[in-house]
């Protein structure tokens, strides 16, 4: 059946039954977020940030209110209470990762981004070392460079296909054959784009890792709609951040490490409870094992008993259901958008990356075109939505990567950019690519999404139509 008759819940139901099975998420929808039907509001920026349950704040200010927590540096009883439930949580996200205590640690960080420069400024970059990195990364991941280039090791970026905005399995076997036998390697890779919701091959983290790399999957835009089983996979490093998943608390992620990679890293520098001792006079410090030598300074002790409970929030629903519903609604609106015609036949949305649900979340890319055929604006498509009462987000959403690739723009014009203008802001380069902006409108969907949600985005595309 194609989905262009598909205009009524009932008529979706029909051609998709699999949605019942995840009949469970409606009910959720309308008792832990109801507050997006009582504003109205379509929330579409998953991949931004996820949202959180009534019941994951219940929780956790009842923790709170009905207990005493001290700073768990210190000894004392409130401390040590702290300390139950910080190890509580790290034992728990180990847990929902099926990561092996022996093999893998948990670090808090501040977001993914702190997970990912954790791994950058100690890794034992040198010269003769590689950074090899894919076209499509977040700029976390792309900043891990200037550590690699400052100690002298090889920078080397995998290009993606500009059609479906894949890797080149060829291109990626030649450049993780060639590693010195002895050198240093980093190979860094995010299991999901963030922005055209592409799934790298996962496959690849065993094949660089017989090859001498180490890896470090940024899986930050893959775990919120997706199992990643550390039991399968083995990544040496694996960064996170924990309100994509389930939206509460901001402002703690997690490095995911194998205890003999973390072992290979060396600190620039050590912080209030990363020693076991440091001297004042003497000079020295000694940086405590395991994950305790990477925790910079007090870790979110109130907060981190909220990522239990998001966690137990996230297993109770299932991920494989919320997996299961998204597929299905990005199915539908990848097929029902790139069937919008203007009058004159033209079409109005060009999607980027896979057309269909084989290798992708539910992370759509897009830009809209007018009935002559000239590109609308993302930041006036974006604008238009927020009128709607609709969040998406516009931009390139700090992948510049996957923005040039779709936009043709060669490594030679990017470098001229640099050479020529100095700093200047986004919104001030994209005007002087004049047409030829890197970037996109995009709709990410996510743990409360409804198919009422992709109807109000469809309807509102539909407002662009002449
Ligand atoms: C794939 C990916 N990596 C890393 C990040 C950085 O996450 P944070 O801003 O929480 O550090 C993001 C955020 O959008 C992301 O999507």
Redesign the pocket.
Known sequence: MTSARIDSLDAFRAAYPAYDETAALDALRASEYVRLDAEGHVYLDY???GLYAESQLRAHLELLRTHIFGNPHSCNPTAQAATVLCEGARAEVLRYFHANPQEYTAIFT???????KLVGEAFPFAVGGRYLLTVD?????NGIREFARARGAEVTYLPINADDLRLDPQAVAAQLDRLEPGATGLFAY?????FSGVQHDLRLIATAQASGWAVLL?????VPTNRLDLSIWRPDFV?I?F??MFGYPTGI?VLLARRESLARLRRPWFAGGTITIASAQGGGHFLAAGETGFEDGTISYLGLPAVTIGLRHLEAIGIEQIHRRVTLLAGWLLGELAELRHGNGRPLVMIYGPRDTDRRGGTLAMNFYDAAGERIDFRAVEQRASEAQISLRSGC???PGVGEVINGLSGEEMTAYFHTFGPISFDAFINRLAGRATGAVRVSLGIASTFADAQRFLAFARTLLS
Request: proline letters at 3%; a neutral charge; charged letters at 5%.
């Open positions: 991949t931004g940030g501040l977001n993914a981004s702190g997970a990912l990364n977040h700029n976390s991941v995010p299991a999901q784009s963030n940024d899986a930050a835009a893959f960064s951040s309100y994509k992620g959403f700090c992948n």
